[in-house]
């Protein structure tokens, strides 16, 4: 079974401040992992993925994660926000082979304040 | 943008009338979903397809079923719409090729209301 577990169902950040979204998954075997984005009123726009490539994951818009094995974590973070950044997130985790459906978080909402 | 199409976009319907939401895809991907959006629970699966006819339960199938006679359409039924049933429902696709991730991609959403 997998699962994903994201920390904070709302974070508030000011413009210009780093942001950090925490995801912490559950897998019986080495997963993939992505991040998604939603903004009001739209579809999720996938923003990056892990695929065991490479630990640091660099995706759109500025954003990047790190797959930490040991901590089971693949937080996702940006240097600076931008108030266009605000929308809410989404880790998903997916265990490949044959299992070909994606469990996701229960998502993050950002807020980016002026 | 992944050619994804969900129809229609907005509906209200009345506790017990049947409701069909469709969803077309223009990539020629195998593998297609349907998801329902509800606050506080994320995303959960409610059935996917992995071929023409070929279809299986997810986690939160109760209520609903599906169909896929051709490769690009997947249809969603409420055979007796409930108002637990009012939701956001999201229709995805993915495409699985040797070492890739399964990504999904989304399409727009249909916004369900049953009064």
């Known amino acids: 079974a997998q699962s994903v577990t994201q920390l904070g169902s709302h974070v508030s950040v000011s413009e210009g401040a780093l942001v950090l979204l925490r995801c912490n998954y559950s897998?019986?075997?080495?997963?993939?992992l992505f991040w998604y984005v939603q903004y009001p009123n739209q579809g999720l726009q996938l923003l990056l993925k892990?695929?065991?490539?490479?630990?640091l994951v660099k995706g759109i818009n500025g954003f990047e994660a790190e797959f930490k094995k040991s901590e089971t974590s693949f937080h996702l973070t940006k240097p600076s926000a931008h108030m266009s950044d605000a929308a809410e997130y989404f880790c998903?985790?997916?265990?490949?082979?044959?299992?070909?459906?994606?469990?996701f978080g229960k998502g993050t909402l950002l807020t980016v304040n002026p | 943008d992944a050619g994804i199409t969900q129809s229609p976009r907005h509906k209200v319907t009345e506790t017990g009338t049947p409701v069909t939401l469709r969803c077309h895809q223009t990539?020629?991907?195998?593998?297609m979903y349907w998801y329902r959006q509800d606050p506080g629970h994320g995303l959960r699966l409610i059935h996917y397809s992995y071929g023409v006819k070929d279809t299986d339960k997810g986690e939160v199938s109760d209520g609903y079923s599906v169909s896929r006679s051709k490769t690009e359409d997947f249809l969603l039924t409420l055979e007796s719409a409930t108002s637990s049933q009012t939701s956001v429902y999201f229709c995805?696709?993915?495409?699985?090729?040797?070492?890739?991730?399964?990504?999904?991609?989304f399409g727009p959403g249909t916004r369900l209301t049953v009064t």
């Open positions: 995805a696709i993915s495409e699985r090729e040797t070492g890739y991730a399964y990504e999904q991609y």
């Open positions: 998903a985790v997916s265990s490949g082979g044959s299992n070909y459906k994606l469990t």
């Open positions: 897998s019986s075997v080495p997963p993939y």
């Open positions: 892990y695929t065991s490539a490479a630990t």
């Open positions: 990539e020629n991907h195998r593998y």
